[in-house]
């Protein structure tokens, strides 16, 4: 890790607080012809290092994870979060009967209790954050940037933190 990584529960909660308000990710995975970002919501608003997303066996997110299971997951809102993390297959009917609603019914023209229905849990390892909730803070750091400067202290919006 650079020396720029964070390396605790702090970080966790900051990463938590920035994509609590966030519903659609960007879920992308490899694949043989690069990788594949596509919309995703995620299932477990309590981040505590894993994120979990509903889905279908029979899609290609499904069979690039079963090939290569490393996966990004970015989040924009009023701050930008990338995550980076192993992701997997879990089969559990009672966190799908959990987390499945009426939206996804429709949706998904399917139930919870769908076999083709599953859970992928990402194992989260870093992530990197950009806190621009503060405007003033947020242009001078990329000014600073654009001149060449590195923005000195905690002036500095961009950190790479250690989910572990």
């Given at each position: 890790?650079?020396?720029?990584?964070?390396?605790?529960?702090?970080?966790?909660?900051?990463?938590?607080?920035?994509?609590?308000?966030?519903?659609?990710?960007?879920?992308?995975?490899?694949?043989?012809?690069?990788?594949?970002?596509?919309?995703?919501?995620?299932?477990?608003?309590?981040?505590?290092?894993?994120?979990?997303?509903?889905?279908?066996?029979?899609?290609?997110?499904?069979?690039?994870?079963?090939?290569?299971?490393?996966v990004n997951i970015a989040y924009v809102g009023k701050?930008?979060?990338?995550?980076?993390?192993?992701?997997?297959?879990?089969?559990?009917?009672?966190?799908?009967?959990?987390?499945?609603?009426?939206?996804?019914?429709?949706?998904?023209?399917?139930?919870?209790?769908?076999?083709?229905?599953?859970?992928?849990?990402?194992?989260?390892?870093?992530?990197?954050?950009?806190?621009?909730?503060?405007?003033?803070?947020?242009?001078?750091?990329?000014?600073?940037?654009?001149?060449?400067?590195?923005?000195?202290?905690?002036?500095?919006?961009?950190?790479?933190?250690?989910?572990?």
């Open positions: 890790m650079s020396n720029g990584t964070v390396v605790n529960q702090e970080a966790v909660e900051i990463v938590k607080d920035i994509i609590k308000d966030v519903e659609t990710a960007m879920f992308s995975t490899i694949s043989e012809g690069g990788i594949n970002s596509r919309p995703m919501q995620t299932q477990d608003i309590e981040f505590d290092g894993d994120l979990w997303f509903l889905t279908k066996r029979d899609t290609s997110k499904y069979a690039e994870i079963m090939a290569n299971p490393n701050s930008y979060v990338s995550i980076r993390g192993t992701a997997e297959v879990v089969e559990d009917v009672e966190r799908k009967k959990a987390l499945w609603n009426a939206a996804y019914e429709k949706l998904l023209q399917t139930s919870y209790d769908d076999p083709n229905m599953i859970l992928i849990k990402v194992n989260t390892d870093t992530a990197e954050y950009w806190e621009t909730g503060n405007k003033t803070k947020t242009v001078k750091a990329f000014f600073k940037k654009m001149v060449g400067q590195q923005p000195e202290g905690n002036s500095d919006i961009n950190k790479t933190v250690d989910l572990h």
